[in-house]
């Protein structure tokens, strides 16, 4: 019974979808007859209007397409010209970025230096010579581990 069902549904879809086609295009096919019929000018006149308004409708049509064209090519020149600046912009604030870090890692190395100058200074003669040459070379390693991260950031040339 449900199959039967099932069976009529569909065949009542189809008949719809059918019967829906058949009548949009009979309505078409009378419309058109009226509107032949009814017309106050021939059938050649009405041919050289149907010409002449899509003509113009192409002429419209072309001129609006040539219009967002160009919108589109100044809106890409416009976009690509503030990309531009705004990798400048980015790029000058790295560079100072860059010469800032220098300048403090150098002043950083100075400071190391001064310090170590200071506590050799403080130690007196009897201290031992080994202590005082693993001070230098702690020193020296500092020295030059903020000397490599000054050369790492140097820009390239």
């Known amino acids: 019974m449900f199959k039967h069902l099932a069976k009529y549904k569909i065949q009542k879809k189809s008949t719809y979808k059918k019967t829906l086609l058949l009548t949009t295009i009979v309505g078409s096919i009378i419309g058109a007859g009226v509107a032949l019929f009814s017309s106050p000018t021939s059938g050649s006149q009405n041919r050289r209007l149907a010409v002449k308004k899509s003509q113009q409708l192409a002429g419209y049509t072309k001129d609006k397409i040539t219009m967002l064209e160009e919108q589109a090519k100044k809106a890409g020149s416009s976009l690509g010209n503030e990309m531009e600046k705004e ?17 403090n890692l ?15 200074s403080k ?35």
Not at 137 to 149: H, L, M, R
């Open 87 to 103: 990798i400048k912009q980015i790029s000058d604030m790295a560079g100072e970025l860059a010469t800032s870090t220098r300048e």
């Open 106 to 120: 150098s002043k950083v190395a100075e400071k190391l230096s001064q310090a170590i100058i200071s506590v050799k």
């Open 123 to 157: 130690l007196n003669k009897d201290t031992d010579v080994e202590i005082i040459n693993k001070i230098d070379n702690i020193g020296k390693k500092a020295t030059q581990v903020v000397e490599d991260s000054v050369e790492a950031i140097r820009p390239k040339k």
